[in-house]
């Protein structure tokens, strides 16, 4: 019915045009002066399926909707033509979702990323960089240990005059201490180089004891003649002060004699050179 609407213009001019040419064939020929009337009905049918050839074609643009002129011109093609043509569009229509998702997402139903995105294929191109960890703290370096101190212990003794007060005078006796000690033994530290002599002289003068001395060319080295203001010779011809390290009495000066770590150095007052304080060997 759709195909008759759209094509009933031509329908009624062919129409038209089967009844002229019925109506002239059963009427003949005519005077050949003359035209036959029925040529003149004939003429005028044409011209009016002419009219509503135009009236036809204008329903036809005007039924076909905008943009689709293509269409409208092909407005003479069959039925089953046009019925395959729209079917075919309806399914192509159908079709066109199904293949949008298969070509826009992946088996698994994901969306495949987009290659024209820059921001994804920045995304993807970038390696992951893992930080780097911090560096352990290091221990502060522990600081080397000072060198202990070298040492040596010193003493001054008298107590020989204890048992000679005979020998000496009254004077000398009021000098001697009650124990014998002028300088009880006593841990100093040592300085480089310092000798004997050095030694003594250091720790007298820091305990505020009187000491007095002279440079003898026979020992080439300081020789002591007083201590606390006990002279040699008070106690008799043999009697003065001499020194041992660590139990031993030296055969030459005290200012000759280098100090090492743990020295144990004592003074003594002798009367007897040296054989009443266990320093016989001295000559």
Same mark, same amino acid.
């Given at each position: 019915?759709?195909?008759?609407?759209?094509?009933?213009?031509?329908?009624?001019?062919?129409?038209?045009?089967?009844?002229?040419?019925?109506?002239?064939? *059963?009427?003949?020929?005519?005077?050949?002066?003359?035209?036959?009337?029925?040529?003149?009905?004939?003429?005028?049918?044409?011209?009016?399926?002419?009219?509503?050839?135009?009236?036809?074609?204008?329903?036809?643009?005007?039924?076909?909707?905008?943009?689709?002129?293509?269409?409208?011109?092909?407005?003479?093609?069959? %039925?089953?033509?046009?019925?395959?043509?729209?079917? #075919?569009?309806?399914?192509?229509?159908?079709?066109?979702?199904?293949?949008?998702?298969?070509? &826009?997402? #992946?088996?698994?139903?994901?969306?495949?990323?987009?290659?024209?995105?820059?921001?994804? &294929?920045?995304?993807?191109?970038?390696?992951?960089?893992?930080?780097?960890?911090? %560096?352990?703290?290091?221990?502060?370096?522990?600081?080397?240990?000072?060198?202990? %101190?070298?040492?040596?212990?010193? #003493?001054?003794?008298?107590?020989?005059?204890?048992?000679? $007060?005979?020998?000496?005078?009254?004077?000398?006796? #009021?000098?001697? %201490? &009650?124990?014998?000690?002028?300088?009880?033994?006593?841990?100093?530290?040592?300085?480089?180089?310092?000798?004997?002599?050095?030694? $003594?002289?250091?720790?007298?003068?820091?305990?505020?004891?009187?000491?007095?001395?002279?440079?003898?060319?026979?020992?080439?080295?300081?020789?002591?003649? &007083?201590?606390?203001?006990?002279?040699?010779?008070?106690?008799?011809?043999?009697?003065?002060?001499?020194?041992?390290?660590?139990?031993?009495?030296?055969?030459?000066?005290?200012?000759?004699?280098?100090?090492?770590?743990?020295?144990?150095?004592?003074?003594?007052?002798?009367?007897?050179?040296?054989?009443?304080?266990?320093?016989?060997? *001295?000559?």
């Amino acid at each position: 019915m759709t195909w008759i609407r759209k094509n009933k213009w031509w329908l009624a001019g062919g129409l038209a045009v089967i009844v002229l040419l019925a109506a002239a064939f *059963f009427a003949g020929g005519s005077p050949s002066g003359e035209k036959p009337a029925a040529d003149d009905a004939l003429d005028q049918s044409a011209q009016t399926d002419g009219t509503a050839d135009d009236a036809a074609e204008t329903q036809v643009q005007a039924d076909i909707p905008a943009g689709k002129e293509d269409g409208g011109k092909q407005g003479n093609a069959l %039925p089953e033509e046009n019925d395959a043509a729209e079917n #075919s569009a309806e399914q192509t229509a159908d079709q066109k979702p199904a293949q949008t998702g298969s070509s &826009g997402e #992946s088996g698994s139903g994901e969306k495949a990323p987009d290659a024209s995105d820059p921001q994804q &294929g920045s995304a993807q191109e970038k390696p992951d960089v893992q930080p780097e960890p911090d %560096p352990e703290p290091q221990p502060d370096p522990e600081p080397e240990p000072e060198p202990e %101190p070298r040492t040596c212990t010193i #003493s001054v003794s008298c107590a020989t005059l204890l048992n000679n $007060l005979d020998k000496i005078s009254s004077g000398v006796q #009021s000098l001697v %201490p &009650g124990d014998g000690w002028v300088l009880a033994p006593v841990e100093v530290e040592l300085q480089d180089g310092e000798t004997i002599f050095d030694v $003594l002289q250091r720790v007298l003068r820091e305990k505020g004891i009187h000491m007095e001395y002279s440079n003898s060319p026979i020992y080439s080295s300081a020789y002591i003649e &007083g201590i606390a203001n006990i002279y040699e010779f008070d106690a008799g011809e043999l009697s003065g002060w001499m020194y041992s390290v660590n139990g031993v009495y030296p055969q030459y000066g005290c200012s000759r004699t280098a100090v090492e770590d743990g020295d144990v150095i004592c003074w003594r007052y002798t009367c007897d050179l040296g054989a009443d304080i266990g320093g016989s060997n *001295f000559s």
